[in-house]
């Protein structure tokens, strides 16, 4: 899935003229590519991700997704979108903990209309991918971190998304964890699937394929 | 449909999860339902026993007595009044083909009653067979009068068992016993069985061919006349003429049912024209207007069950309230989650049916827990209070859940639409 900024901006409301998050990027990202994007805090990174993952509205500039301008499109288009295309991996998980982990993963396939026994089997099928098996009746409260984001991971990829965008994933967790959550990731880009990451850590950016630098809300060159 | 059962599911997850919220909001309604159904109960009750009273006692009621105002009105004119006798009744009757009931009534008082051993005093009504057509609040065993007995004079009798009276505090009692002067008659018939028996009546010898019970006042519509007689014995009024029990200078009433509230004012107007016909202009004689009062009576009865009902309403308005601003704190209280599902998929309208369905089924289940807890109140309750039961019909619990669902879905809306209207991004960075 290609996506593509052109003088993106966002403008936080706030103060008198506001707040500028993102101040005029342009770039695009190709359809199988792994993107990293870092920056120190405060520097516009999740706010793109937000933007990039329809879960917010820029304030100007133009953004196609897989070539199709977001800002025309409806609310309910938006939600379609995010539901059928992309997957989100968020740092502290966004899990819903009073469900079972295999409920979390059926809810975006039953979002998309999925009857409930074939979303619980695709959903346990996916929690055994991500070395969950014998875990779907644990809530989240009763994993620990790197299985929740497994979790998480088992979501997104519930409606076969084609962009999968992950803020800072392995931001709470342990190396180890860190480590098998990034392979997982790795993986599903091998399959072909475009994943922008944001991420503080160097090390982990060096690895991607596309590394995006942000200050300030712009693209360091 | 899927959304629908999903949306269910995870409001019946909510529901659970919250245990006393839930709880309380649901209460609130269903205080609204049982307030709703014991209103309802109330106006239903009201209603049949109107409903009743119009069947026993009649709309279209008059009642020709004499004008007291007329009679003592002036120093000159004290004396005897020209009286309306059982000749004019039959004229009446003549002049009046079709009326449902003319019954005419006239009474004799502290009369001497004796059967065997005993002697009692008493009181006695002369009557036609028209007379047991309306406000018939009796069982009869043997027979009642008939028009042989009315027309050959023939010395027969009906005698009245009176119902245990209702309960009542000290001063009631105490007024009944120092005005029934006939409680030794009451005694007498209420102990023995008179039926077929001779009895004398200030020495005339009559034959008991009947005797009506009356119901108990639990079974009893009112008299919806709200013309009440004391009745202990009924005889042919020609009889009682006859022998004097009811003196030349005696007039009769006449209870008149013209069957049907449309020729009401026809037939009214062509009584008062018999009346001058017959008594010339002097307004002697007044018909009671009772269909009016009647009318009065039922309006006033519905104004009260609307102010019932109203509180009924009322009560769930503050039901549907409680629901909105339990459902707008849920909304806040998982912000979070409603970003969570926006990010996953959740389109607004999903959000919205999983807020409305959550409300309204905190609203079936106060509807049924009110239900439940109306039924309770509405029978064994207020019974054990003291206040009577009110019947609750099957239709009831379950318009109150209607509306109780109803209501929890209106309130439901605007939580609903807020919640919908949370930016996906904004609700995720929610704590």
Redesign the interface.
């Known amino acids: 899935m290609s996506i593509a900024c052109e003088d993106l901006t966002k403008v936080y409301e706030g103060g008198k003229a506001g707040w500028p998050a993102l101040r005029g990027l342009t770039f695009s990202i190709a359809p199988g590519e792994f993107a990293a994007v870092t920056g120190p805090s405060g520097c516009g990174k999740s706010t793109l991700l937000n933007i990039i993952g329809l879960l917010d509205e820029p304030s100007g500039g133009r953004y196609a997704l897989h070539g199709r301008d977001v800002t025309t499109m409806s609310d309910l288009e938006r939600s379609t979108v995010r539901r059928d295309a992309i997957g989100f991996v968020f740092q502290s998980f966004h899990l819903l903990n009073r469900m079972s982990a295999l409920e979390n993963v059926c809810l975006p396939m039953l979002y998309a209309g999925a009857d409930r026994p074939a979303a619980r089997e695709r959903a346990a099928a996916l929690l055994k991918k991500v070395g969950l098996h014998g875990k779907e009746k644990k809530t989240p409260l009763e994993l620990s971190g790197g299985e929740r984001q497994r979790v998480a991971i088992a979501r997104a990829l519930s409606n076969s998304p084609k962009l999968i965008l992950a803020d800072e994933p392995t931001g709470n967790l342990d190396s180890v964890s860190s480590r098998e959550i990034m392979d997982s990731l790795f993986a599903l880009n091998a399959e072909g699937i475009t994943v922008v990451m944001v991420t503080h850590d160097k090390e982990l950016a060096a690895r991607a394929g596309r590394n995006i630098r942000m200050r300030d809300g712009r693209i360091e060159p | 449909m899927?959304?629908l059962l999903?949306a269910a599911r995870t409001g019946f997850?909510?529901i659970w999860?919250h245990k006393t919220r839930s709880a309380l909001s649901f209460l609130a309604i269903a205080v609204g339902s049982v307030v709703f159904i014991d209103s309802f109960s109330a106006i239903v009750h009201t209603y049949s026993l109107l409903e009743k009273q119009k069947q026993v006692s009649g709309m279209a009621r008059m009642r020709i007595s004499q004008n007291n105002s007329q009679r003592f009105a002036s120093p000159d004119d004290v004396g005897p009044p020209p009286v309306f006798t059982y000749e004019d009744v039959t004229a009446l009757k003549a002049r009046l083909p079709g009326m449902y009931m003319i019954s005419p009534e006239g009474r004799d008082w502290m009369n001497v009653f004796e059967y065997g051993e005993h002697r009692v005093m008493t009181g006695i009504h002369g009557v036609t067979p028209d007379w047991a057509k309306r406000d018939f609040v009796y069982t009869l065993k043997g027979r009642f009068l008939d028009w042989h007995d009315v027309e050959n004079k023939l010395r027969v009798c009906v005698l009245v068992r009176k119902a245990p009276p209702p309960p009542s505090n000290a001063y009631n009692k105490t007024m009944m016993k120092k005005y029934n002067y006939s409680g030794g008659y009451d005694t007498l018939v209420a102990h023995n069985d008179l039926l077929g028996k001779k009895v004398t009546i200030d020495g005339y010898t009559f034959t008991v061919i009947g005797v009506l019970e009356e119901l108990p006042y639990s079974k009893r519509p009112a008299n919806i006349t709200g013309y009440q007689q004391d009745y202990k014995i009924l005889a042919p009024v020609t009889t009682l003429i006859h022998y004097n029990f009811i003196g030349s200078y005696q007039s009769l009433d006449v209870n008149i049912d013209t069957g049907s509230e449309e020729t009401f004012a026809e037939v009214e107007r062509k009584v008062a024209n018999f009346l001058k016909i017959q008594f010339g202009d002097a307004e002697l004689f007044l018909i009671e207007n009772q269909l009016e009062a009647i009318r009065e009576r039922i309006a006033t009865s519905f104004k009260s069950a609307l102010v019932t009902i109203s509180l009924g309403m009322l009560a769930f308005l503050a039901g549907g309230i409680g629901i909105m601003n339990v459902t707008l704190a849920t909304v806040f209280a998982r912000t979070?989650?409603i970003?969570?599902?926006?990010?996953?998929?959740?389109?607004?309208?999903?959000i919205m049916l999983q807020f409305i369905v959550e409300a309204v089924m905190l609203g079936l289940l106060g509807g049924v827990l009110g239900s439940a807890l109306g039924y309770l109140w509405g029978v064994p309750v207020k019974v054990m209070l003291g206040m009577g039961g009110s019947p609750i019909e099957p239709w009831m619990p379950l318009v109150a859940v209607l509306i109780a669902a109803f209501t929890a879905f209106a309130f439901a809306i605007y939580p609903a639409w807020v919640a919908a209207g949370l930016?996906?991004?904004d609700a995720?960075r929610a704590e």
């Open positions: 899927t959304a999903n997850a909510e999860a979070k989650e970003g969570i599902r926006r990010a996953i998929g959740a389109s607004r309208s999903d930016k996906p991004a995720l």
